[in-house]
């Protein structure tokens, strides 16, 4: 089985830029979660989707969206871009996003470099 | 609010030998999961271990083990025989049972031969 695949791996933008990424997670997962990851602030969860449904959301400002489609991939938008959005942006794939008995499992991450 | 604590940025171990990670955390819920998770220099974070607060016995998977301290919040790693690829950044995880983790500050593991 193919494991989570994030693309672009890396990208440079500048400050007021749009930057989409795209998640693929293994199939027949449902749900789709994103992490920001900054050496000032760590790991971050920004936002769960389950079934195209935004389940949870974490504390980021609105210019970071994201949505998932019928096939599970998911994909995320960040508007405006300023230069503290650089960061490692990792995806993470679950069978049903309940923690019951299944692992989640997360792709190589999207590099974001903002200038 | 969930918060998870690593109080150990880096830690060094000789090859062969047991290190301990420490973590602690914080929250009002009874029904919990608990994660160690390992992000070797390639960046790709993997699952070492997991434990499900309701069940009392302490996880082990071959080298690694937790000692998981429900009534103190505390859930440490414990890496026996230490090898070389042990070497990563390790993450503490929280979550209620959603995918929604909240994550620890990490701790740098360096293994020396």
Known sequence: ????????????????????????????????????????????????????????????????????????????????????DSALYLCASHQTGTHSDNEQFFGPGTRLTVL | AQTVTQSQPEMSVQEAETVTLSCTYDTSENNYYLFWYKQPPSRQMILVIRQEAYKQQNATENRFSVNFQKAAKSFSLKISDSQLGDTAMYFCAFTRGRNDMRFGAGTRLTVKP
């Open chain 1, 1 to 84: 089985k193919a494991g989570v695949t994030q693309t672009p791996r890396y990208l440079i933008k500048t400050r007021g830029q749009q930057v989409t990424l795209s998640c693929s997670p293994i199939s027949g997962h449902r749900s789709v979660s994103w992490y920001q990851q900054t050496p000032g602030q760590g790991l971050q969860f920004l936002f769960e989707y389950f079934s195209e449904t935004q389940r949870n959301k974490g504390n980021f400002p609105g210019r970071f969206s994201g949505r998932q489609f019928s096939n599970s991939r998911s994909e995320m938008n960040v508007s405006t871009l300023e230069l503290g």
